[in-house]
């Protein structure tokens, strides 16, 4: 019962480098979503993708790709990592049928430092 | 546009003591609500979820909510704390703007600990 699988779990970059952060789910999930989380913020949402072709931005996009791959894979690309990045990111993702109840499963989430 | 105050960034409670979380919401059309729970270096679990029907809602680990349309509120509650209940929880309400998608506008968080 794999559910929402994020990779890497850690990753230390240095400013103005480029990494994607993989994110999978086995639930065949509608929806997927990216979210960061800082001390004291909860979670801001980045981008999600309602369905498969759709990815749409959220409250904090800025400095920030994604790429909806298949019903399964939603990935997020950092193209030139900055300190104010670092953070936890979370992948979820959700069956998103009407009405608009059904709940978010999470992965693990990625820990990025960047120096 | 729906928004989520959760009263409280610490609780603090001793192992045994009634746990209580607060959260209030604004939403304009009847809210689905939601609480989660993360514990350290995990993500978000679902603790329990309020669509409609009862106002009373059970969740897991031991855990109800209340929903009171007239206050707005939707606070989470277990009679007796455990020190395992020691981390971090989430309200959140639905986007109710995005009907083809289950976004969620999440609460700042409580951090529960449990002293023993």
């Known amino acids: 019962n794999a559910g929402v699988t994020q990779t890497p779990k850690f990753q230390v970059l240095k400013t103005g480098q480029s990494m994607t952060l993989q994110c999978a789910q086995d639930?065949?999930?509608?929806?997927m979503y990216w979210y960061r989380q800082d001390p004291g913020m909860g979670l801001r949402l980045i981008y999600y993708s309602a369905s498969e072709g759709t990815t749409d931005k959220g409250e904090v996009p800025n400095g920030y790709n994604v790429s909806r791959l298949n019903k399964r894979e939603f990935s997020l690309r950092l193209e030139s990592a900055a300190p104010s990045q670092t953070s936890v990111y979370f992948c979820?993702?959700?069956?998103?049928?009407?009405?608009?109840?059904?709940?978010?499963?999470f992965g693990d989430g990625t820990r990025l430092s960047i120096l | 546009a729906q928004s989520v105050t959760q009263l409280g960034s610490h609780v603090s409670v001793s192992e045994g003591a009634l746990v209580l979380l607060r959260c209030n919401y604004s939403?304009?059309?009847?809210?689905?609500l939601f609480w989660y729970v993360q514990y350290p270096n995990q993500g978000l679990q679902l603790l329990l979820k309020y669509t409609t029907g009862a106002t009373l809602v059970k969740g897991i680990n031991g855990f109800e909510a209340e929903f009171k349309k007239s206050e707005t509120s939707f606070h989470l509650t277990k009679p007796s704390a455990h020190m395992s209940d020691a981390a971090e929880y989430f309200c959140?309400?639905?986007?109710?703007?995005?009907?083809?998608?289950?976004?969620?506008?999440f609460g700042q968080g409580t951090t529960l600990q449990v002293k023993p």
């Open positions: 639930m065949n999930h509608n929806s």
């Open positions: 979820a993702s959700s069956r998103a049928q009407a009405p608009p109840n059904q709940p978010q499963h």
């Open positions: 959140a309400v639905s986007d109710t703007g995005s009907s083809n998608t289950d976004k969620l506008i």
């Open positions: 939403s304009s059309v009847p809210p689905y």
